[in-house]
């Protein structure tokens, strides 16, 4: 349980646990490392990975492991349809792990090959992203973990025509301080600091409202604040700019920017790799200053500036982190981040009242009961 007591200044005092949350859809890789016949490996709490690309396209997902004596499956072969161990040949159809071959049986032997499955995980592409499904630990086979599943994260876009970037950086501490990292107004003007972001000077006082969605929360639809970059960007087409993010379990920031037919839409995840460290990733789509050249560059220098900063940062906390100190969180500024710690801990009792929890089940209880402002200077 991340949470402690309140101390008499008001503020609480706790460190995350970080326990994972299991059930869910995280982003692997990037599909763009699957080509031809290559074994790709990934890290997704904790569990390592091997991915590929079906020569009908499909991505897969299995379980870096043989299942006859351990060894990584991406030291083996891959022939577009099969993977081979590079053991004893086992081979393995990889979207269902189920096993096709076992070089060594004989006329003698009466094993079933097929009766023997590697783990495969369900994988899906999306905005460039390999995701995939990781089910709680001991819920059996792929197919058992089916009606279970989610719908596959997909970054919202307003129209056919658009630009995309990608941005990712590891961060070297849990998933937990990755999060509120990414939700935390106040670090904007210290850790961001740039002539053409915002300085420490030009800190004012916001009031922004919030609503619950589904284990979530929104930062309802609002006009950015005057000293921020997109509404200096987007000043110059003079319309109304609207912004709304949101947040959602295990790790989803998404953030739209709507400024009359000119759009910006982002989403952000915080992935954890183990138990101790975790990845950001950034999917950003936009058709503002669609005809403008080089700005898909310009926006990618900008932005990796800007993931930069915050992994930085990030690699300075783990430094203090290593010798466990207490730590707090205030109002109204860390709100978000006890809005996430309660959440997750609501969809934690959900899991553990009902052995099953399938959609219909009874919803995690929601931290908030209604909008709510939140005020802080940044
Ligand atoms: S370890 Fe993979 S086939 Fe034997
Ligand atoms: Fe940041």
Excluded at 35 to 57: C, E, Q, W, Y
Aim: proline share 8%.
């Amino acid at each position: 349980m991340p949470f402690a007591t309140t101390t008499e200044t008001g503020a609480s005092i706790q460190g995350p646990t970080a326990t994972l949350l299991y059930d869910d859809w995280y982003p692997a890789l990037r599909t763009s490392t699957l080509r031809g016949n290559k074994l790709a490996t990934a890290m997704l709490l904790g569990i390592p990975l091997v991915l590929g690309r079906r020569s009908n396209g499909r991505v897969f997902a299995m379980r870096d492991s043989c299942p006859h004596r351990g060894i990584p499956l991406s030291y083996g072969w891959f022939d577009g349809k099969h993977v081979t161990c590079r053991y004893h040949g086992w081979e393995f159809e990889p979207c269902s792990g189920q096993c096709a071959s076992i070089p060594s049986l004989s006329s003698h032997d009466h094993l079933d090959a097929t009766r023997i499955f590697a783990t495969a995980f369900h994988c899906e592409e999306r905005d460039g992203h390999a995701w995939v499904f990781i089910p709680r630990p001991g819920s059996g086979r792929k197919g058992e973990s089916a009606e279970r599943l989610k719908a596959v994260p997909e970054l919202v876009k307003f129209g056919p025509r658009f630009r995309t970037a990608h941005l990712s950086a590891n961060l070297p501490c849990n998933v937990d301080h990755g999060i509120i990292g990414l939700m935390d107004p106040a670090h904007g003007p210290f850790v961001h600091q740039a002539w053409w972001w915002r300085s420490r000077a030009s800190i004012r006082e916001k009031t922004k409202r919030f609503e619950p969605i589904l284990e979530g929360f929104r930062m309802s639809a609002h006009a950015p604040s005057g000293n921020s970059a997109p509404y200096k960007l987007l000043g110059v087409y003079g319309q109304p700019i609207e912004t709304t993010i949101d947040f959602v379990l295990p790790n989803r920031r998404t953030e739209i920017i709507r400024c009359g037919d000119k759009w910006f839409s982002s989403l952000t995840t915080v992935t954890p790799v183990t138990a101790s460290t975790c990845r950001i990733d950034v999917v950003a789509a936009w058709n503002i200053f669609y005809y403008v050249p080089f700005v898909t560059p310009i926006a990618k220098f900008f932005g990796a500036k800007f993931v930069r900063q915050d992994q930085i940062t990030m690699i300075q906390q783990a430094e203090g982190l290593r010798h466990n100190p207490s730590l707090m969180l205030i109002d109204d500024a860390d709100k978000p981040a006890k809005w996430y710690f309660a959440l997750k801990q609501a969809r934690l009792d959900a899991n553990s009242q009902v052995s099953d929890a399938r959609p219909g089940a009874p919803a995690a209880k929601h931290p908030m009961d209604g909008p709510v402002d939140l005020h802080w200077r940044s």
